[in-house]
């Protein structure tokens, strides 16, 4: 049982490093790997105390005492509510840590398209399933301490030459070879105010932003810049359900891009809080320039049918005759997926 409460409890302590370091991909890569055998390890407590209960059972001749029986299975099953219950409450978040963290291993095993992941991933398995196997026969049998450093020298060894020849946390170690598409979801998502002070802008609408044109622009009403918010919402992706569609940033053209004049005229955006399903991603700063297209880059989110993206700018840099209406000619969310380009 404190195998068990061990376990759920670094899971945890896991869980809460990965949301404060989910802007470091080295430090997030290095959590997932890290997840990934402590979960190996709660599963393995699972089956062992659920091994020694039968065994006490049926070979002690002596069944549990139903004080002991009760208690025992009373305070597993409220393990399991308990964990089942901070599962659902922060499944978005789960779902997005566990994709990143299954994401970096699977990057960090590529041997190469010649060669079946299975491969590896049997040999990562074999080789943390050697390491607790070293720490029961330590335990268990008495055997000196050293025994358990060479599995675990051979698992680092291991890791670190594959970490070595694969980059996983670099952004183009997430690319499987070949067949990934990286376009602008242009066609993929509707822009609508979010929030909005008023709703007077029809000539200068959000839908401006995904028509790929420097004459137009949203541009937001006076004195509400910083209160507005911009919502990107996916509809069906029936197609590409298959095809693990992610976002990894959005694409910016900043100000009115029509004129200097008006470029100067109006406010930019300098700052922007991005978030997805509501639930605040990361914030990111935006250059003043007029010249040249921005990407902004964030850690890749899962998209499924009817999932949105929301952009809310929390700082501007002011304008020279409307210092508090912001103006984006551009402003696209920017997906990879697996599969033949659409774009």
């Not at 025992?72 to 099953?77: A, P």
């Not at 964030?298 to 840099?317: E, G, K």
């Amino acid at each position: 049982m404190k195998h068990i409460i061990r376990a759920i409890i670094l899971l945890v302590i896991l869980f809460l490093a990965a949301e404060y370091f989910q802007n470091s991909e080295g430090i997030v890569g290095l959590i997932s790997v890290l997840a990934i055998i402590v979960f190996m390890y709660l599963v393995a407590a699972i089956i062992g105390a659920i091994r020694r209960a039968i065994f006490a059972h049926k070979h002690l001749g002596e069944s549990l005492k139903p004080a002991e029986t009760n208690g025992w299975g009373c305070s597993l099953f409220l393990l399991m509510i308990l964990l089942l219950a901070f599962s659902f409450v922060f499944r978005k978040t789960l779902g997005i840590h566990s994709f990143s963290a299954f994401q970096f291993i699977d990057n960090l095993l590529q041997t190469g398209t010649s060669t079946s992941a299975i491969v590896s991933w049997g040999i990562l398995g074999l080789l943390v399933g050697s390491i607790y196997g070293s720490f029961v026969a330590w335990k268990k049998y008495k055997l000196h301490v050293a025994v358990n450093l060479i599995p675990i020298g051979i698992f680092i060894l291991f890791v670190a030459v594959l970490y070595k020849i694969n980059n996983p946390v670099e952004a183009s170690a997430f690319a499987t070879p070949n067949n990934l598409q990286t376009v602008y979801a242009y066609d993929l998502v509707t822009a609508t105010e979010y929030n909005s002070v008023q709703d007077e802008n029809a000539k200068y609408k959000p839908s401006f932003l995904l028509d790929n044109n420097d004459k137009t622009a949203w541009i937001t009403e006076a004195y509400s810049g910083i209160y507005e918010e911009v919502r990107f919402s996916f509809g069906s992706l029936q197609e590409y359900r298959d095809k693990h569609l992610q976002c990894v940033g959005f694409a910016i053209k900043n100000g009115y891009r029509k004129s200097e004049q008006l470029w100067s005229n109006f406010a930019r955006a300098k700052s922007l809080a991005i978030k997805y399903n509501g639930r605040l991603v990361t914030n990111a700063i935006i250059k003043d320039d007029g010249n040249n297209n921005e990407e902004i880059k964030i850690n890749p989110i899962p998209i499924s049918s009817f999932d949105n993206l929301s952009i809310n700018i929390t700082d501007v840099y002011p304008g020279d005759k409307y210092p508090d209406r912001v103006a984006i000619s551009e402003l696209v969310p920017i997906v990879e997926y697996v599969g033949v380009s659409h774009r």
